[in-house]
């Protein structure tokens, strides 16, 4: 059996995901990948595993693959997501959008969750934390009526937390939200001036755009096992956008 801590990102390619991933190999923790591409970045003796989280047969493949590679799993990061392909009018929300970004953004992670789970329920000759983290968005809570499926998903990204941390608490596994808000990357590259113009104006107490390492030191702050008696709890990662202010 392996002996580092194994931890599976999913949309470890960009962005947030691969900000995580980073920070966890730096940790000494091994990554494997998943992303939609046949091919991707490996760090350090991790792996890369091609999955779409919406597939059932991608999610069991990509379980099992890191059982039979490494056999063991202690920290799963749900990450990956996807926005809509066009911002428009809430009224004018095409019911395909919707069935997308939920099939990917929250069903397949949902079921990507109760497979890890499973598996990972069955693992107490291993004397680690194990945990299960689920990146969200400030959108969780937050009305954005151009882009009202991707908020839709990520509220139930919310919900998804706190069952799994009710569920799982008895079996020694720990489940935490991270949700990040305005964070640089290829996703928040075409509405970059909107959003250095609202930082400068004071939208957030910390102005600047956060970066993905700023959410990846987060995420390796809870594998640390430190925060043992804390479970189904929100981490933000923005900058104090959530703070209300007058």
């Known amino acids: 059996m392996h002996g580092k801590r ?12 691969r ?5 966890l190999t730096a940790d000494g923790i091994t990554v494997c990948a998943v992303g939609t591409g046949k091919e991707g970045p490996s760090y350090g003796d991790g792996i890369y595993i091609q999955c779409d989280i919406s597939k059932e047969a991608d999610r069991i493949r990509a379980i099992d693959r890191i059982y039979d590679t490494y056999g063991r799993l202690d920290i799963l990061v749900n ?11 809430l009224l004018d929300m095409p019911e395909e959008s919707l069935d997308r970004l939920i099939g990917i953004n929250l069903k397949g992670t949902f079921f990507l969750t109760q497979y890890a789970a499973k598996r990972m329920i069955k693992q107490k000759d291993i004397d680690t934390p194990r945990m299960i983290i689920t990146i969200t968005s400030i959108s969780a809570d937050t009305a954005s009526i151009s882009r ?7 509220a139930g990204l919310a919900m998804t937390t706190k069952l799994f941390a009710d569920r799982l608490a008895p079996e020694g596994i720990c489940v ?14 075409v509405v970059k001036d909107r959003y250095d113009a609202l930082i400068e104006g004071g939208l957030l107490p910390i ?13 390796l702050g809870l594998t640390s096992g430190l925060f043992a008696y804390s479970t189904g709890d929100i981490i933000h990662a923005d900058g104090g956008f959530h703070i209300s202010r007058l």
Not at 148 to 154: F, L, P, R, T
Not at 180 to 189: K, Q, R, S, V
Not at 208 to 214: A, E, V
């Open 148 to 154: 009202g499926e991707y908020c839709i998903s990520k």
């Open 19 to 23: 900000g995580i991933a980073e920070v």
């Open 6 to 17: 194994v931890a599976l990102v999913t949309g470890a390619t960009r962005g947030i995901g």
């Open 176 to 189: 935490y939200e991270v949700r990040p808000g305005i964070i640089e990357t290829d996703m928040t590259a």
């Open 79 to 89: 990450n990956a997501g996807v926005a809509p392909l066009v911002r428009g009018d």
């Open 207 to 219: 102005k600047r755009m956060g970066q993905p390492s700023d959410v990846g030191k987060i995420v």
